[in-house]
């Protein structure tokens, strides 16, 4: 039963097929179904069950605008090249005048020849979406070597064609993605299995270190612990990340544009991420009360993750920036953030061996 997959098509009204015979799942679906036909825009969603791999999703191989979360991938390459060993957390970059730009993040007022190391610029490119630091290290490890480990991991709908730059017209197709390629991302990472162990468990804590957390986890009960990374466009908000609910994670990407308000698309993302929430609760009492082990990071991946859904279009829009600040901060509490009180400055912070946490000097658990 747990082998099959289970899927929406992309029209409004979902047509059901290869549907386990379980009730939490099959309420899943028709709830997520019922919810894209009321949507305000555009919209695409993939979640997956990381205790079995099942996964279902609308339009979830739709290539969308990424806005800000194509800095997971950004993100991703950086430690790519670390566990290579070109460079490392001490590495030093300054703020070039071509680096900067005024959409979102302090160092877009920074100064030219300001200096920031890797750790630093991961930690605001993440963590504050900062777009300069961002572009500090696509121009580290270079667009091209970013786009060839996306098709090395098989993402098809994922590609970083240009810097971030706010207001450019080449911005309306340079950053895109799809739900299906953020949740297999976030999948890896969730098993520590991207790049390798240490630069899994490392990329996990940057995205719980978000500051920006009005979306996904705003619905959620206070205690939710969530690693995510959010986007936004002047029509277009995106949120993608793994949710622990207790000891049943689960993965969730939304993706949304042509909004016609910001508050339209954050109140239906809100009611999104709330019925994945409840729904793959009942479903993680069904597989308890069914004798299926809870998840595993380092277990064998027991269901690959299959999504049967039809790929649309590419829709035309100006990604312009990250957004404000939210609501309910996560709980899970990120290692190594440069930026954290007590911190050792830039030049002390070394790179840790495999294995071993990102953990500033002095620092204790």
Known sequence: MLALAFAL??????????????????????????????????????????????????????????????????????????????????????????????????????????MRNVKQLLWLMITESDNTATNMLIRLVGRLHVNREMASLGLSHTRLNDDIRTNTEAVRTALRSSPKDMMRLLDAIARDRLVDSWSS?????????????????????????????????????????????????YVIAVMTTNLPTLDQGRHWIHGVSRIAYDELGRFAQWRQDSGIAAFDPHAAQPVAPRILAEPISPDETMWTGGMGTGNAAPVLQPIGDPNAAGVAPAETVATPPPGEPLLPAGSQR
């Open 9 to 114: 098509s992309a029209s409004a009204v979902p047509c059901v097929a290869a549907v386990p015979d379980v009730s939490p799942l099959a309420n899943l679906q028709a709830r997520l179904g019922e919810a894209a036909s009321r949507a305000p825009g555009h919209v695409a969603i993939a979640v997956e069950d990381l205790a079995t791999g099942l996964s279902t999703g609308i339009n979830a191989t739709a290539s969308m605008p990424a806005a800000s979360t194509i800095k997971i991938p950004v993100m991703v390459e950086v430690f790519r090249q670390m566990a290579d060993g070109t460079i490392d957390l001490n590495t030093k970059l300054h703020v070039t005048g071509a680096d900067k730009d005024y959409g979102w993040g302090d160092l877009a007022d920074a100064r030219a020849g300001t």
């Open 201 to 249: 468990r490392e990329m996990l804590a940057i995205l719980a270190g978000q500051h920006h957390n009005g979306l996904l986890p705003q619905p959620l009960p206070a205690g939710i612990e969530i690693a995510h990374k959010t986007g936004s466009l002047h029509d277009t908000l995106d949120d993608v990340g793994i949710v622990y609910r207790d000891d049943e994670p």
